[in-house]
């Protein structure tokens, strides 16, 4: 019932955008945005996550949202499936997001698979990310996969976003709420117990997926409706406009960081690549800047309050969930 309530409130505020042109204007017709492809696989139903490969030129790799078993997807710049890996010992209870770095030690890319959906907020006591060594070779393989466990300092919540540092290896998550928040792991994750997410900055509503840029100097937090840019700090950068989608789930930067990459599910789902406009990407922080907490700037009406919203966007979604209490309210009184 809870996916549900979120589902009519997410389709009644884009019933609503329309009548605000002030807030979402639309993207121009030379913006650079284009369709990379379609992901041809008929296995491919819900792309869930999307990251470029680290190691491999012109490799995507994506999964579904959840399956009987754990399993992702190598994909060629034509949407052609390369290679299908199962991931042995992991479980595909919910996955939502993927990351893709590269390990600065041995120069191997290295895959996390966030298994972090809960629909329920709260259903379970802890969620897991899953660690993968990126084959050398892109065939068919079952690969084994290191768990950690998870769970978050201030109550278990909906989470599909998933980013990981490039530099310091720092493993985030963005949770998916009205009032959305990015928690940080320990820097030295355990197996042996289980590690404690902690909220270092404030999130868009609906967090749908995140991504680090490949050079750690900023990130992207996906939504519904658009992608805001962060500073590592959690300052906003500014907004890019993205393709119109049946429903945005995942985003990823391109290996040089000069673009994102946008999917949604669906069978035979399209990619899209969206430049970055001149001047969004910031100069590259000092080493672990990230993890340096900043006040978060005071929004005048109608800015920017650091998550991504505006007060127009909040007043946007207030008259939307009103909308949709009432249709849920009238179907309800239909099937009694």
């Not at 963005?174 to 030295?188: H, I, L, N, T």
Request: hydrophobic share 40%; glycine share 8%.
């Amino acid at each position: 019932m809870g996916d549900f309530v979120t589902r009519m409130l997410v389709v009644a505020a884009m019933c609503l955008l329309p009548a605000a042109p002030a807030f979402a204007a639309a993207a121009p017709a030379d913006d650079g945005m284009e369709k990379l492809f379609t992901f041809r696989d008929q296995r491919i139903t819900e792309s869930s996550g999307l990251a470029v490969s680290p190691t491999h030129d012109g490799v995507y790799y994506t999964h579904n949202d959840s399956a009987a078993t754990p399993t992702f997807y190598a994909v060629d710049g034509q949407g052609r499936t390369r290679a299908t890996f199962q991931v042995r010992g992991a479980q595909a209870r919910d996955w939502e997001a993927m990351a893709a770095t590269k390990d600065p030690r041995t120069g191997r890319g290295v895959l996390w698979f966030a298994d972090i959906g809960d629909n329920l907020d709260g259903a379970w006591p802890n969620v897991s990310v899953y660690k993968v060594t990126e084959p050398r070779t892109i065939a068919d393989a079952t690969l084994p996969a290191t768990r950690y466990r998870f769970r978050y300092a201030d109550g278990a919540r909906n989470a599909e976003g998933l980013m990981v540092h490039p530099r310091t290896g720092r493993l985030y998550v963005v949770s998916k709420e009205f009032s959305g928040s990015v928690y940080a792991a320990p820097q030295e994750l355990r197996t042996d117990r289980v590690n404690v997410l902690r909220k270092v900055a404030s999130a868009p509503l609906m967090a749908t997926d995140a991504a680090y840029a490949p050079d750690g100097s900023s990130y992207v937090v996906r939504t519904y409706f658009s992608a805001t840019l962060y500073r590592p700090s959690g300052e906003t950068i500014g907004r890019v406009t993205m393709p119109e989608l049946e429903q945005a789930e995942s985003i990823a930067y391109t290996s040089d960081g000069r673009s994102l990459l946008a999917g949604t599910e669906g069978p035979r789902s399209p990619v899209y690549r969206v430049p970055l406009p001149a001047g969004s990407t910031p100069t590259p922080s000092p080493a672990r800047a990230e993890e340096k907490k900043e006040p978060a700037p005071v929004a005048r009406a109608g800015e920017s309050d650091g998550t991504g919203l505006t007060i127009r966007d909040v007043l946007i979604w207030l008259a939307a969930a009103a909308a949709a209490i009432g249709v849920i309210t009238f179907l309800a009184r239909r099937t009694r």
